[in-house]
């Protein structure tokens, strides 16, 4: 391919980052900017003008699925022998070659999940845990390891964090240390130990250190965003104090802050590199006009409020001046409006999706173009029923692994056969031929009109057979048979599957990256979006921008919908999310008129009406915040006397003083912080501040008993002097 070829079709923009070939380059890239149409060109480029050698080039990312389609993309642009892997894959990679030289022997076993190294360690410490509590245990040892924390400092670094339910941070080192000393005995590493290990190889070991640099020239990051700083460390000792280093990110989209993922990095690399070069990339080629604009006052409604940005040792530094949100411009035409939909609850709303999505299928868009994203996985069960009592295709992400599925495995085994036997199958001939070949495992042109096990295989061989159409149209008379079948081993062995066709039932963590023609963002009520355990200024920024990413992934329709009780004939006190007030053009203020917001919405309810809400007469007599006046719906709020998005009113220094009273007497008790005062009850004491006991007494939460446990401290706490 000429090099104007392959600079052709870029816009000014990525055309400037693909031919900024030295030095290094920050690209900060907003969704459905063409981030990786942009990075692959640029590596493209070096290489056909000679500044890149593409076996010295490492491209990395962080899912094995983008690795994949990094190295489809360099391949479909005649650029062979880059290395497209995650941080774990290369460093795992180099440590098992450089293992014999620094260490001797064979490297350790690998193992992929903690849970069951975890349970051994609690059963060491003679702890009982269930299995839910492990998983939490394990992801928060997980961020200790990629925070650079040992059992001994882990303490320390993680106070102020949320603890696994029944456990305290002394408690989680303890068991950091038993699975440790586990995973020693039985000659095990985990995906972080390879990072770990890698780390420790390169820092001791200058003649393997240089070997790595020697064989590694120039470095492309992608989503930098969400780099650790045991991910960053690494990264500094393969690059050795050189700078030929290109990074792509958006810290609008950091949704995994929790695993120990920090945009620190993206916001500081001018810090880091001075002489860097900057570009913006803000076409949006994916989103209409009206979608982005959604996207873009979402965060712009939080744009005004500049607050410090903590970095990876948890300090806290003023906001770098670009930091602020990429404003993405649409390339697109103009398409339908956003819709907003207030249902009665959780059943009626998946009522009115699929009504929605059946509609969407009429108009002609495919079912694997369609995705229905919440908060947690917990919310997927009342659309699954919904989509099966309608007849609705549909995929859980998460579930089996698409290669894992025993048709597939077959269906490749079989495609292998038939190419060791029709070499001579090529271009637009090699999708029949995988039509024919699939169809003695129950392949048929036209879907089966049944839901369940046989329409799931169905969909699974009829992805195969897609894929075939795709690549044979891509790639031209000279794609046969066999260069399927090596594509089909490839992407087994980095899980990059092929599409599906079934609505997409997804949680908008395990949406990053994704995008489809329609998007449904569903349960957009307080206490799921943001979520209920959100409460800090840092974890609502994370939850705004995790709607951020859901509102993003929508090409042609965005749909936003919430409930207003969870059971049918429930009570209605689910409010809709504060997000949701910049975003509903129909919304009326949700501060000291949410009254008139007792609006109902033709066919929300999914079965006529919605439900409604308490009549104004009824609010009236109701409890009311004190700084809006909005009358309380929930506990919390009711507690604290405002609503939770009222900004406090209280002094922060008392109500962090007040936080770590409990911690240590929750800890010298043994038993959970919340049970010594929830958090809504230290915000009540902290913004009545109660000169007597009486006062105390008065406050939610307190009662006698617990007054006359910690009544004393807690009032020498808020006075300042020992009570009389």
Known sequence: MEDHDI?????????????????????????????????????AYGVQTGVYEPQRTLAVTFTARAAAEMRTRLRDLGTHGVQARTFHSAALRQLQYF???????????????????????????????????????????????????????????????????????????????GYEDVKTDRNLIDFEDVLLLMVGILETEPKIAAQVRDQYRVFIVDEYQDV????????????????????????SQTIYSFTGATSRFLLDFRREYPDATMVKLVRDYRSTPEIVHVANRLLAERTAQRVPVPGPDGQRGPMPRWAEPLELISQRDHGPEPEFAECSDDEAEAGWVATRVK?????????????????????????????????????????????????????ILQLRAAARSAQDVSGDQVP????????????????????????????SLNALVALSEELASSRGDGFTLTDLVAELDERAAS???????GVTLASLHSAKGLEWDAVFLVGLSEGLMPISFADTQEDIDEERRLLYVGITRARLRLFLTWTLARGTGGRSTRKPSRFLDALDPEADSRHGARGAQDRRRAGASGGGGTGGRPSSRKRARQQQCRTCGTVLETGAERKTGRCLDCPPSYDEELFENLKAWRLSTSQAESMPAFVVFTDATLVAIAEAEPKTPAELLRIPGVGSSKLEKYGQQVLELVNGTPTA
């Open 99 to 177: 293992w014999p030289q620094a260490v001797g022997g064979a490297v350790p076993e690998l193992v992929e999940y903690k849970v069951n190294l975890l349970a051994e360690a609690a059963r060491r410490l003679r702890t009982s845990t269930d299995r839910a509590s492990l998983r939490d245990l394990a992801g928060e040892i997980e961020w200790a390891k990629v925070s650079m924390r040992t059992p001994d400092s882990y303490a320390a670094a993680a106070a102020g964090r949320e603890m696994p339910s029944g456990w305290d941070a002394n408690g989680v080192a303890r068991l950091f240390q």
């Open 359 to 411: 509609q969407l299928l009429e108009e002609g868009i495919q079912a694997a173009e369609i995705a229905v994203l919440f908060r947690t996985n917990g919310q997927s069960q009342a659309f699954e029923s919904a989509f099966a009592a309608a007849g609705i295709g549909y995929q859980l992400r998460g579930g089996e692994r698409f290669f894992s599925r025993r048709e597939i495995r077959d269906g």
């Open 228 to 251: 650790s700083p045991l991910q960053h460390r690494l990264l500094d000792l393969w690059l050795g104090g050189r700078q030929d280093l290109c990074v792509v990110g958006d810290a």
């Open 432 to 459: 029949g031929r995988v039509k024919d070949v699939l169809a003695s495992l129950g392949y048929t042109e036209t879907a089966p009109q049944t839901s369940g096990a046989t329409r799931e295989k169905w969909e």
């Open 7 to 43: 600079l052709a079709g870029l816009d000014a923009e990525q055309r400037q980052v693909a031919t900024t070939l030295n030095g290094p380059l920050c690209i900060l890239a907003g969704a459905g900017t063409g981030k990786t149409r942009a990075i692959t060109h640029r590596i």
């Open 495 to 501: 899980q990059h599957a092929p599409t599906v066709q």
